[in-house]
């Protein structure tokens, strides 16, 4: 027997994984604010273009985690964990804008342009925006639930850049790890839609 | 977006303004006694203000400040110059050389001196320190990353090691090996670069009187992480060039295969000077930030060519640092 809550356990649900996504927001300004970190706009863009991955990951699990949990509320969560995505994503270009070059978008576009990482982070920021922006119920009656859901499986394009992204930036240092265990996971969770395409075991995958 | 020159000589100046080279030179020396004094004055300052940021952690070597070699830009804090490392050895992560660097051992220590020279020979670290009078030398440092900081080193040129080696007229080049032993150091496990660390200069680079045989800094031995107890630093390049824990110094024939450049060869040049004109691959190095100053809501610094040791610009004359960057 499945898991299932009360709408109202539910609230509470999505009000404990709301606060938990904000944690490590948290913990950045926190650091900021007493000061604590030597070079700090390398430290949160470090810490934003993580937690921007992970949310794309987390993301990515709702729907394998539904279907081998057969908890099917977990779904409500979906729409704020991609949010969340977008958040951090957000942050992440914000702090590159600023700190690498002082919100002088002119510098920035050679920037994208010059150097192939930043080009397919760039990418993938871009691709996220409609996906915020529609992220709405309205939006997704004016749009129709068919072109709606094409529209969001750019995810299964944006996780992968997000990975190369980090990637290539890792990549002179010889520092493969995390960028292996991003690309491991995100591997997974699109294999097992594939799989599960291929099979049509049980319900018809939605997105 | 148009940024307008101003035609008045201060950017650009007009070629008619350009002092010719020997008489800039001559100034200059007579520029660099007049200002030893007023240099000396703060750098005594700031040696007595030393107490408020080294911690009495290390034994405390006995320096005489030469200010002929000594920038004039604020010091880093002693806690970031030895909590904000890259020393992969003990991790690559910038905590990581202070987490766990107390697992290496500095003395006992011998440094062999080996390859094209008359005689090999070693010194251990007693005879380092007595090998030339130690000099305090406050240089700027420039990280590949971006990154900078101002450090009190303790050391004295490293030309006084060649001149003790008497090297052979076949050494062209100085390679610098590092200590490479998984059991004082938790990241030689690691596949991230090719052990042990090597580094090299060209002889004339290595003969230079700012290229430093380093043995402490802030006053005090060298702490682990920042490579006790022998290290050399080379202020005008970035700072990997400058090779931490080294066991033995070689005189070579041959340029030296050295660590970051075989790791990532169109990424990190065996020359790697200082040059905001010539671009790392990933990032542009025409700004940096320097540690503890330049942080929130400020622009970054500009970088300055051979990071402002502008006396070394001789060594390159002729060469295209684009192509030998």
Redesign the interface.
């Known amino acids: 027997m499945a898991f299932n809550p009360t709408p109202r356990q539910l609230g509470a649900i999505k009000a404990a994984a709301f606060a938990l996504a904000l944690l490590p927001f948290a913990k950045l300004v926190w650091l900021v604010l007493n000061e604590a970190l030597v070079e700090p706009l390398q430290y949160i863009t470090r810490a934003t273009g993580d937690w921007t991955l992970y949310f794309l990951c987390i993301t990515l699990a709702v729907t394998p985690l539904r279907r081998l949990s057969k908890w099917n509320w977990v779904l409500k969560l979906r729409r704020m964990l991609g949010l969340f995505a977008f958040f951090y994503g957000a942050l992440h270009f914000t702090t590159f804008l600023w700190f690498d070059h002082f919100f002088d978008v002119q510098e920035m576009w050679k920037d994208v342009l010059k150097r192939p990482f930043i080009t397919v982070g760039f990418i993938a920021f871009v691709l996220l925006i409609p996906l915020a922006v529609t992220s709405t119920n309205a939006m997704v009656r004016r749009l129709g639930g068919k072109r709606w859901l094409w529209l969001h499986r750019l995810i299964y394009l944006i996780a992968p850049l997000g990975v190369l992204h980090f990637w290539w930036m890792k990549s002179a240092k010889h520092d493969l790890g995390q960028p292996l265990l991003f690309l491991v996971i995100v591997t997974a969770l699109l294999a097992l839609r594939v799989w599960w395409s291929r099979t049509r075991a049980g319900a018809p995958v939605r997105a | 977006?148009l940024i307008r020159q101003s035609p008045n000589g201060l950017d650009r100046p007009f070629p008619s303004e350009i002092t010719p080279r020997e008489v800039f030179e001559d100034r200059r020396r007579f520029i660099k006694q007049l200002g030893l004094g007023a240099i000396a004055g703060t750098a005594l300052w700031e040696m007595a203000n030393r107490e408020a940021f080294a911690q009495g952690v290390n034994p405390k070597l006995a320096a005489k400040l030469n200010p002929a070699y000594s920038a004039m830009d604020k010091q880093t804090t002693y806690k970031?110059a030895t909590?904000?490392n890259n020393f992969y050895e003990f991790g690559?992560d910038?905590s990581d050389p202070s987490e766990n660097a107390h697992t290496l051992k500095p003395r006992p220590w011998t440094v062999s001196i080996e390859g094209e020279v008359k005689k090999p020979f070693t010194l251990d670290l007693d005879a380092l320190l007595k090998l030339a009078p130690l000099e305090e030398r406050v240089y700027r440092l420039r990280c590949v990353?971006g990154?900078s900081m101002v450090i009190p080193w303790v050391g004295y040129s490293f030309s006084e090691i060649i001149k003790k080696a008497e090297p052979t007229g076949n050494a062209k080049y100085v390679e610098f090996v590092t200590l490479a032993d998984r059991k004082q150091m938790p990241g030689v496990g690691s596949?991230?670069?090719n052990w042990p660390y090597v580094e090299g200069l060209r002889m004339d680079e290595a003969n230079h009187p700012l290229t430093l045989l380093t043995l402490g800094m802030y006053g005090e031995t060298l702490p682990n992480q920042n490579g006790a107890p022998v290290r050399i630093v080379v202020p005008w390049k970035y700072g990997f060039k400058s090779a931490k824990s080294i066991v033995k110094i070689r005189f070579v024939k041959d340029q030296p295969r050295t660590a970051w450049n075989m790791?990532?060869p169109s990424?990190?040049g065996f020359y790697s000077n200082v040059n905001p004109e010539v671009d790392h691959?990933?990032?542009?190095q025409a700004s940096e930030?320097r540690?503890?100053e330049d942080?929130?809501l400020s622009?970054?610094r500009k970088t300055l060519k051979f990071n402002g040791y502008n006396d070394v610009a001789s060594l390159y004359s002729g060469m295209d640092l684009k192509k030998f960057f």
């Open positions: 977006m970031d909590t904000y690559t910038k990353e990154w596949r991230v670069l790791a990532a990424e990190y691959p990933r990032w542009s930030r540690i503890g942080g929130f622009r970054k």
